[in-house]
């Protein structure tokens, strides 16, 4: 398993252990010019939650991968939190802003894969 998939995969048991829902990764290899080659989406209910997976996710996966994100933006009002580990970059919304950037229809070419919530 390649470097990129076992992010993904910290990344994603980052965000299922703080209980983040509507988990979707996009994945952008076949699209021409983007910023990164993968893209996980998800959200919490309130700003301390979504700073909680973001939190989650810095362990999971300094510890599962070896890595740390180079840069993470929007924890003041926590409405928007993303985090760039440069092939991948981690987008945790509340329900409201995700609704209203709509990521997932923005890349509609991506290939998107749906994570199955966690009660």
Request: charged residues 25%; contains cysteine.
């Amino acid at each position: 398993m390649n470097e990129t998939k076992v992010l993904i995969e910290k990344i994603t048991e980052g965000i299922q252990e703080k209980k983040g829902k509507n988990i979707v990764i996009a994945d952008l290899t076949n699209i021409d010019d983007t910023i990164c080659k993968y893209f996980v989406i998800c959200q919490g209910n309130s700003p301390s939650q979504v700073i909680a997976i973001v939190d989650s996710i810095k362990e999971f996966t300094r510890k599962g991968a070896g890595t740390k994100p180079s840069a993470i933006d929007g924890q003041r009002n926590a409405e928007w939190v993303a985090m760039d580990f440069s092939d991948v970059l981690v987008h945790v919304f509340l329900p409201e802003a995700r609704n209203f950037y709509n990521l997932e229809h923005l890349w509609a070419d991506a290939k998107l894969t749906t994570i199955p919530d966690i009660d």
